[in-house]
Structures are given as C-alpha cells and as structure tokens.
C-alpha cells in the first residue's frame, strides 16, 4: 500500500501546483499496479467467503394474547 500513498501524495502536490501532468518512473507505475492488483484479489477473496458464509437466521413473532 506505500505506492498507492506515494501516488495519492503526489497527485495532491500536483493539485496544489494546477499541474495537468503526473509522471511516475516505470518502478513507481509497477509498484502501482503490484498494489492495486493485490487490494483487488483481496477484495475477491473477501466477497468469495462472504458468498460462503451465508447463513438462515429464523424469526418468529407472537403476538400472544393480541
């Protein structure tokens, strides 16, 4: 997650200096991709257990004497 945060800071600077141009080194851009590859099949990981883990929860109302 360092390089999402190094590229979230340095679209800030480029912000706070009206830049229309962000540049990353090839290493930056990899690091980039390598991040947000792994946050997108953790998510997949998390979204298939969740679809696992399903479970039935009953409920029953009485209304007793009503």
Known sequence: MLHIKD???KMSVMESKQNSTVVLTIDQGRGLRDDIA?????LHKFNKE????EETITV???GGSF
Request: proline residues 0%; hydrophobic residues 40%; without cysteine.
């Open 7 to 9: 590229f979230i800071n």
């Open 38 to 42: 792994n946050l997108l099949a953790d």
């Open 50 to 53: 969740e679809d696992t883990n």
């Open 60 to 62: 029953q109302v009485k």
